[in-house]
C-alpha cells in the first residue's frame, strides 16, 4: 500500500498549546496535503507542500517535508478548541492518485 | 455552487443486493474519486476517474464498480453487497495536482 501512517494515533491538549502530527510514507510524491475531519463530516483540505518545497505556512499552521526521509510534520500553533479534529496527510504520486494516512485524533481541551 | 454531491446519505442494504451510491460535482474537475473510511484505517482509495471515459483502481477496488460518462458524474456500483463494505464512502474531486474536494459521505450498512 502506498499509505502513509500519522504518528501519534492521538493527541490531548490543553488550549493555547502548540499540537504536532507526523506523516511518513513509502515512494516518492508529487506533493503532500494535509486534511482535516469533524466528526461526522467530510474530509477539508488544510495545506498542500509540493516535492519540491521544504517548509510551507498557513496562518497557525506550519507544515515542513523532509523527502530523504520521506515524512512530514504539521505544526497547529496556540491550539483552540476548535481544532479538535482529525487530522490526515495524503500523499499524491502523480497529480491524480492521492493516498491517505490513517490518521491523528486531535482534542483541545479547553 | 454546490461543490461535491453525495447521495444518498446513509443507506441499509441486506447482504446481496446491489446499490450505487451518486456522486456529481459542479467545479468541472477532471480527477474523481472514491473512498472508504473504516474505523483505524484512514481513507482507502476505491476507484479514481481522471477524465470521461478514463477510469483506474485504487487499492481495494474488489466489489466495486465505477464509470464516467460526463465529467460531472462518478458513480459508484456495488454489485452484491456484503458486510465487509460497511463503511462510510467519501466521493472527491480536483483539478490536476491541486487539493481534493469532499463530498459529506453516504453511510452504508450491510446487514
Known amino acids: 500500500s502506498q499509505q502513509g501512517e500519522e504518528d501519534p494515533q492521538a493527541l490531548s491538549i490543553q488550549e493555547g498549546e502548540n499540537a504536532t502530527m507526523n506523516c511518513s510514507y513509502k515512494?516518492?510524491?508529487?506533493?503532500l496535503q494535509w486534511y482535516r475531519q469533524n466528526s461526522g463530516r467530510g474530509l477539508v483540505h488544510l495545506i498542500l507542500?509540493?516535492?519540491?518545497?521544504r517548509e510551507k505556512h498557513s496562518g497557525r499552521l506550519r507544515v515542513t517535508l523532509d523527502t530523504s526521509k520521506k515524512s512530514s510534520s504539521l505544526l497547529i500553533t496556540a491550539s483552540r478548541a476548535a481544532d479538535t479534529a482529525s487530522y490526515f496527510c495524503?500523499?499524491?504520486?502523480?497529480?491524480?492518485?492521492?493516498?491517505f494516512g490513517t490518521g491523528t485524533s486531535l482534542t483541545v481541551i479547553p | 455552487n454546490a461543490g461535491v454531491t453525495q447521495t444518498p446519505k446513509f443507506q441499509v442494504l441486506k447482504t446481496g443486493q446491489s446499490m450505487t451510491l451518486q456522486c456529481a460535482q459542479d467545479m468541472n474537475h477532471e480527477y474523481m474519486s472514491w473512498y472508504r473510511q473504516d474505523p483505524g484505517m484512514g481513507l482507502r482509495l476505491i476507484h479514481y476517474?481522471?477524465?470521461?471515459?478514463?477510469?483506474d483502481q485504487g487499492e481495494v477496488p474488489n466489489g466495486y464498480n465505477v464509470s464516467r460518462s460526463t465529467t460531472e458524474d462518478f458513480p459508484l456500483r456495488l454489485l452484491s453487497a456484503a458486510p465487509s463494505q460497511t463503511s462510510v464512502y467519501f466521493c472527491a474531486s480536483s483539478y490536476h495536482n491541486s487539493p481534493l474536494h469532499f463530498g459529506n459521505g453516504t453511510r452504508l450498512t450491510v446487514t
Open positions: 507542500i509540493r516535492s519540491n518545497e
Open positions: 476517474s481522471v477524465g470521461a471515459g478514463i477510469t
Open positions: 495524503a500523499t499524491d504520486l502523480t497529480g491524480n492518485q492521492f493516498y
Open positions: 515512494t516518492s510524491i508529487n506533493n
